[in-house]
């Protein structure tokens, strides 16, 4: 086998094992859908799906009866488009400039999210002499992307309307996940104007936490992503995702350090009393955060990452490196721990919610590092 060609990562040789339970993916999506009433549910797999793998997740979904996808690229589309040739694909990031033809080849529609894009894609469709299908993005409160307000309601006067098809008016919450935030009906009410506006074109505002609203703001399509890889979308109630990724890392060797002793890089943790240490085959270059370390003396530290080492849970000793993350495992009996045992770094209790909060970030950010060192294993859903 020549060095350039890809080999699989067996899993006895892998640093890190992460499952991804296909079974639980379907499940949260058809959770999504029943949610959104008479709304057509699509699938957010921007990002690699969330870091799941767009190869596996879009079949999976697709099988499942999803027809509408949403990536953030148009190479992500381009990788969709392959596994799912019948499938509606939007780019959420807009029309690159002189990428028009792109689109046209494989059937994909970009998201206009302002007037140059729009003018663009206007003008290649008149050059083409056909009607290709877009949505337009309008910008209710995220100040991001999208058209202004003002010029979404100036839009039924717009003669390009005619040059192209518009397929979706779409917009994107600011804070859904915020029951009580009045920016939430603020940009209800400016979509539904813009709504109105453009009469017969189908809708989209609500994320995975918009589609929970109590005002249910579905209209015709609605656009899941975080909770459909187990994220939650209602933080303060209880999840009703099911999880979906699992990480677990290898221990690959085992030591004691004495009382005093300075742990990891610039010796930012210190033992009190003898400690025994666990190395994991698992680093910053596997997409784990840095800012998961572990500062200070032992039992007294600002403690941020955890383990869970047979049953139980095990703080970080020091700073996470590049391919290193060691655990201070004294509490777990000597005989439950060894080298070459699979620890716990996300799953049961250290859900991605939970893991992005110790780390100081969001489980957005843990699943969308998920790294390529990794053995990938999936649970197949069952139709």
Same mark, same amino acid.
Request: some cysteine; glycine content about 10%.
């Given at each position: 086998?020549?060095? +350039? ?21 379907? !499940? ?13 549910? +699509? ?70 999210? +302002? ?55 779409? !917009? ?121 370390? +572990? ?73 969308? !590092? ?14």
């Amino acid at each position: 086998m020549k060095a +350039s060609q890809a080999r699989f990562i067996a899993d006895a040789e892998a640093g890190s094992l992460l499952h991804i339970d296909l079974g639980a993916l379907v !499940s949260n999506w058809r959770f999504m859908r029943d949610r959104a009433g008479d709304a057509e549910a +699509s699938a957010v797999v921007k990002a690699d799906a969330y870091g799941t793998g767009i190869e596996t997740t879009v079949p999976a979904l697709y099988r499942a009866g999803c027809r509408t996808f949403f990536v953030a690229h148009l190479s992500e589309a381009v990788r969709a488009r392959t596994v799912a040739p019948e499938a509606t694909i939007y780019v959420l990031n807009g029309l690159p400039p002189g990428t028009c033809e792109v689109y046209r080849e494989f059937e994909l529609r970009p998201v206009l999210g +302002s007037l140059d894009e729009f003018e663009e894609w206007a003008a290649f469709c008149r050059a083409q002499g056909q009607k290709l299908k877009a949505a337009v993005h309008f910008d209710t409160g995220m100040h991001r992307l999208g058209l202004t307000v003002a010029q979404g309601l100036n839009l039924k006067n717009d003669s390009r309307l005619k040059d192209f098809e518009p397929a979706l008016l779409m !917009s994107h919450f600011a804070s859904a996940e915020e029951r009580d935030n009045p920016l939430n009906r603020r940009q209800i009410e400016a979509f539904s104007a813009i709504r109105q506006s453009l009469p017969g074109i189908p809708c989209s505002l609500a994320n995975s936490s918009g589609i929970l609203r109590e005002e249910k703001p579905h209209f015709e399509l609605v656009r899941p992503g975080y909770a459909l890889y187990g994220g939650n979308p209602t933080p303060d109630q209880a999840n009703p995702m099911r999880p979906v990724v699992s990480l677990q890392s290898r221990i690959i060797q085992l030591r004691t350090v004495e009382e005093g002793e300075g742990v990891g890089y610039n010796s930012r943790w210190t033992a009190r009393g003898k400690r025994r240490l666990a190395t994991l085959s698992i680093g910053y270059a596997d997409g784990y955060p840095r800012s998961a370390s +572990s500062i200070g003396v032992s039992g007294e530290a600002t403690t941020r990452g955890m383990a869970i080492v047979a049953d139980r849970l095990c703080p970080f000793a020091g700073t996470v490196s590049m391919d290193l993350i060691i655990v201070d495992v004294t509490d777990v009996p000597e005989n439950d721990v060894k080298r070459g045992d699979l620890v716990t770094l996300i799953g049961g209790e250290l859900t991605i919610d939970e893991v992005g909060r110790r780390a100081g970030t969001i489980g957005y950010e843990i699943l969308t !590092s998920l790294g390529r060192r990794y053995a990938r294993t999936h649970r197949e859903a069952e139709f």
